[in-house]
């Protein structure tokens, strides 16, 4: 007679873990393949590579970057023998000013549909709040379509108001965000996954946000009071796309 045993449960959690798994690596790679598709052009790229390290980053592949504060090219943060690229952002003290930042304008905005994808990473030895902004162009209003922080207790939040995941530090983190914005209700489907529970939902779009479509990425080590620690985290790969 077949019984239970905790070999048993263990097995049948790992199956279910593991399957758990295959369903958001297929939805990951549905997500990837929505961001590189062929019927996409590439409204941004930045991959970091092409500027040595310790210096400012150079020109984007596609489109314009513009920084401030303490943001340099880096050695990869997960494998230091690699010959790819990061980009660093540091705040050298609680009062840092400017704020350093990270701000990428795509070639054209996305008004209907589009994607972004980017990596993340938040080192255990010196970790701060990471906050990314997709925003309206210059034209449009300060208000973000979607806002996400990673942060330093290790949730993923999204626009300020939900904790929607979980990440672990000294991990890649892979953000991959859609916009529908022709949708009614407009909205930004995001998947973001490192190492813990994975964030993977959507979020509607401010319409007055929409309206002026997707324009550009702003990468911030947002002011956290008098008392914010110093530290530093890294980007990489930024890519977004048009479909429409
Ligand atoms: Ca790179």
Redesign the pocket.
């Known amino acids: 007679m077949f019984t239970k045993t905790p070999k048993n449960h263990v097995q049948a959690n790992s199956l279910y873990s593991f399957f758990g798994s295959c369903q958001k690596i297929i939805v990951y790679f549905l997500l990837l393949f929505m961001t590189l598709g062929c019927n996409s052009t590439v409204v941004f790229k930045d991959?970091?590579?092409s500027t040595p390290i310790g210096q400012p980053p150079g020109p984007p592949d596609t489109g314009i970057s513009s920084v401030d504060g303490n943001v340099r090219i880096a050695a990869n943060p997960i494998n230091s023998a690699s010959v790819?690229?990061?980009l660093r952002l540091r705040r050298v003290s609680a009062n840092t000013s400017p704020l350093s930042t990270y701000e990428g304008r795509l070639t054209e905005r996305v008004t209907k549909s589009g994607s972004i994808r980017l990596q993340g990473y938040v080192p255990a030895s010196a970790p701060i709040t990471m906050s990314i902004y997709f925003e309206p162009p210059d034209i449009g209003p300060p208000i973000p379509l979607l806002h996400i922080d990673l942060m330093k207790n290790g949730d993923i939040r999204v626009n300020d108001n939900q904790v929607v995941g979980t990440y672990q530090y000294d991990e890649e983190v892979v953000f991959l965000i859609t916009f529908d914005l022709k949708a009614s209700p407009p909205m930004a489907t995001y998947l973001v996954r490192g190492g813990g529970n994975d964030a993977d939902g959507s979020v509607q779009v401010p319409a007055a946000a929409a309206g002026f479509g997707f324009g550009k990425i702003r990468v911030q080590a947002p002011f956290e009071g008098v008392s914010a620690p110093a530290g530093l985290f890294y980007v990489?790969?930024i890519v977004a796309t048009k479909s429409e």
């Open positions: 991959e970091f590579n790819d690229r990061w990489n790969d």
